[in-house]
């Protein structure tokens, strides 16, 4: 059973389209991440946040945007898709003062073409 | 800048082996660290954490411990079954940060 799910699972979309990941958690975490990872490579920070409308950007510069209105909701969005935005997205929550560690999603592939 | 290494990169054993993936820090000075397994094209699922009070955690056949002198974890696996076939990811956070940073990864193939 799934704490933190990510939709869609696969998108294909063309050059120049507007998309959203969805991320959305039921754990009622405050801090929330995205996570971009290409084939064979290491995970890196997009973006994350602290709680509701806050966030920042992460270690790995992006030109997607989130926002953060709701505590369970963490929607990352491309303005105008890429063929170099072509990569997996994971997103990630985890809870202030509670070592639980993170929880992450089932991903988005997503295919720019 | 924090980096994590994993060696071996790739590991390819017999069932019924006990193997031992590693882990090192550039900066020893990690807060929380958390192994994660990764089946192909699928998300991570959380194995093991070590929090900052802890030096080592175990579950069931899995036994991850923390030489926060070194900046090094090792996860053990022990009588490996081709059902842990998948690629095994190391990462932490440090103090005052909550940012996981990760390895690359150890890519695990048991062989039936």
């Known amino acids: 059973e799934a704490d933190i799910y990510q939709t869609p699972r696969y998108l294909v979309i063309g050059t120049g389209k507007k998309i959203t990941l969805e991320c959305s958690q039921t754990?009622?975490?405050?801090?929330m991440y995205w996570y971009q990872q290409d084939p064979g490579m290491e995970l890196h920070l997009i973006h994350y946040s602290y709680g509701v409308n806050s966030t920042e950007k992460g270690d790995l510069s992006s030109e997607s945007t989130v926002s953060r209105i709701r505590t369970e909701h963490f929607p990352l969005t491309l303005e105008s898709a890429r063929p170099s935005h072509t990569s997996q997205y994971l997103c990630?929550?985890?809870?202030?003062?509670?070592?639980?560690?993170?929880?992450f999603g089932s991903g988005t592939r997503l295919t720019v073409v | 800048k924090q980096e994590v290494t994993q060696i071996p990169a790739a590991l390819s054993v017999p069932e019924g082996e006990n193997l031992v993936l590693n882990c090192s820090f550039t900066?020893?000075?990690?807060?929380?660290l958390q192994w994660f397994r990764q089946d192909p094209g699928k998300g991570l699922t959380s194995l093991l954490l070590i929090q900052s009070s802890q030096r080592e955690q175990t579950s069931g056949r899995l036994n991850a411990s923390l030489d926060k002198s070194s900046g090094r974890s090792t996860l053990y696996i022990a009588a490996s079954q081709p059902g842990d076939s998948a690629t095994y990811l190391c990462?932490?956070?440090?103090?005052?940060?909550?940012?996981?940073?990760f390895g690359k990864g150890t890519k695990l193939t048991v062989n039936p």
């Open positions: 754990m009622g975490h405050d801090k």
């Open positions: 900066d020893s000075a990690i807060y929380n």
């Open positions: 990462a932490g956070t440090q103090g005052g940060s909550e940012k996981l940073v």
């Open positions: 990630a929550s985890s809870q202030f003062g509670v070592a639980r560690g993170y929880t």
